[in-house]
């Protein structure tokens, strides 16, 4: 269970000792989807959105992608404090990204003015589980970083000794662009860095264009799962 007096640290530390659940509830709800991962050779990126409730009762959101013959599970865990609702996603070497109250607030009263939370929250990760991030001043924080998404900016600041990526707020596109510069294009090679291999040196150490990478999986494809 998570508690609205939990600090990001330790719902990250939570949410790490039962993402494996997360991972393989994804590999078997949706194992047709190894069928389609498009070959090496194609940039294609093929995507589906689920959900589930973890065995402690942590509520799950998460994406999983098949591109260039690789299968990805992007988690992002969700609860609600006495300050309205906040989301943290989890990545296998980089450090968590964790989305406060007020980011959630200021986008889903952007793009989605009714409906229930669970599709606002859907469309969140849905639209925005690819992550690039850049350095970026902002407000005088420490370690701050700007990560570019679908549906424009969020910013924050990198807390090392936690190692999580606290967002603080959220921009579209038009307001964002006016705020941090020309920033769009790097998200166009996000999915590319998949292929491209890191030193792995700790999550407060991995290099900020290796953020946001998710989980590989190997799914069992379905004629073999029969």
């Known amino acids: ?33 190894a069928e389609r991962c498009p070959p090496k050779c194609d940039k294609r990126i093929i995507s589906i959105c689920g959900r589930t409730t973890s065995a402690r009762g942590l509520e799950w959101i998460y994406v999983m992608t098949a591109t260039q ?17 906040c989301a943290m996603q989890l990545d296998a070497l980089g450090p968590a990204s964790y989305f406060q109250e007020h980011v959630m607030a200021r986008y889903i009263q952007r793009y989605l003015r009714e409906g229930d939370l669970y599709h606002a929250l859907k469309r969140f990760h849905s639209f925005n589980y ?20 679908d549906d424009g900016y969020v910013a924050g600041e990198l807390r090392r000794k ?3 990526v606290h967002f603080r707020t959220f921009y579209d596109k038009c307001r964002g662009e006016k705020r941090f510069g020309h920033l769009r294009p790097a998200g166009a ?19 900020h264009h290796a953020w946001g990478r998710g989980y590989q999986v190997q799914p069992v494809p379905a004629r073999l799962a029969a």
């Open 69 to 85: 013959g690789r299968i990805t599970v992007y988690p992002l865990l969700w609860w609600a404090t006495t300050r309205g609702n």
């Open 1 to 33: 269970m998570i508690r609205s007096n939990m600090s990001p640290r330790q719902v990250a530390a939570c949410a790490r000792k039962e993402v494996g659940q997360v991972l393989q509830h994804a590999v078997l709800e949706h194992q047709d989807f």
């Open 189 to 207: 090679w996000q999915h590319l860095m998949l292929n491209v291999e890191f030193d792995h040196n700790g999550r407060r150490n991995t290099p």
């Open 162 to 164: 936690e190692s999580v």
């Open 130 to 149: 690819a992550k690039a991030c850049q350095p970026n001043i902002y407000k005088g924080d420490r370690e701050n970083y700007v990560a570019v998404i």
